[in-house]
């Protein structure tokens, strides 16, 4: 039985995977594992490294997935991954150190807490922020606008740390995202803010890669999808 699976998507990493790995595994019991999700957006030796280090540690998986089309196909093909091996908990992170490895350990103690589903937040009091203060305010912007559009109330929509206990994900994997870049964070929360959750202070070091302009559109087009059909289930229910 997996405890815990942590599933990471990893593109161009050669650089940086080894320190990566050390650090997580550093986190991780016996029961635990490890799903990196490489497709052909990989250039580098990211995949050989990862295999290198498949070989040596049982807990670590290379998940081969070429058909992936967007970052969204690669993080949920982790999610399957991670389930199908039978995962109590998964935890989703990035692979860059962008998220601490450090870090995990809060998550564990969320899920042993009882939450189903422990959602990583800058914003909150022991969490921090490095990186171009356009992408802070896009987060915080997003985040103040889908609370108040959609009624949810976390301190952040729009990170990509956080952990799912196994009915969570199912719920995750049935219902599926539209978007098909990091808005889907934002769906996610959404999806499970009904759920018991919580929020778990984390420390986000931005790559300072610029968030493009069909990504915010795309961003706008569903936040206002998701509060008409909100609006009407209400409308509905009220009846």
């Not at 030796?45 to 290198?52: S, Y």
């Amino acid at each position: 039985m997996l405890r815990l699976g942590v599933i990471t998507p990893l593109a161009n990493e050669e650089a940086g995977i080894d320190e990566w790995m050390r650090r997580v595994l550093a986190q991780l019991g016996e029961t635990d594992g490890v799903f990196c999700v490489l497709d052909n957006v990989s250039k580098d030796r990211t995949r050989e490294k990862v295999a290198e280090w498949a070989q040596r540690d049982r807990r670590v998986t290379l998940v081969w997935a070429p058909e992936n089309r967007c970052v969204v196909d690669a993080y949920f093909r982790g999610y399957r991954a991670a389930f199908d091996a039978g995962a109590e908990w998964i935890l989703e992170m990035d692979g860059g150190l962008s998220h601490l490895p450090e870090e995990i350990p809060a998550f564990i103690a969320a899920m042993q807490n009882g939450a189903e589903f422990a959602a990583g937040s800058r914003f909150i009091q022991g969490g921090g922020y490095s990186g171009q203060w356009s992408r802070y305010l896009v987060s915080r912007g997003g985040t103040a606008l889908t609370n108040l559009m959609l009624g949810t109330r976390m301190a952040d929509m729009t990170s990509g740390f956080e952990c799912f206990s196994r009915r969570a994900m199912a719920e995750v994997l049935a219902r599926g995202v539209r978007s098909k870049a990091h808005f889907f964070q934002t769906e996610i929360r959404f999806m499970l803010h009904s759920w018991r959750w919580v929020e778990v202070p984390i420390h986000y070091t931005n790559p300072s890669k610029r968030l493009g302009s069909a990504s915010v559109k795309e961003a706008f087009r569903i936040l206002g999808q998701l509060r008409r059909e909100s609006k009407q289930k209400k409308f509905g229910a009220a009846k």
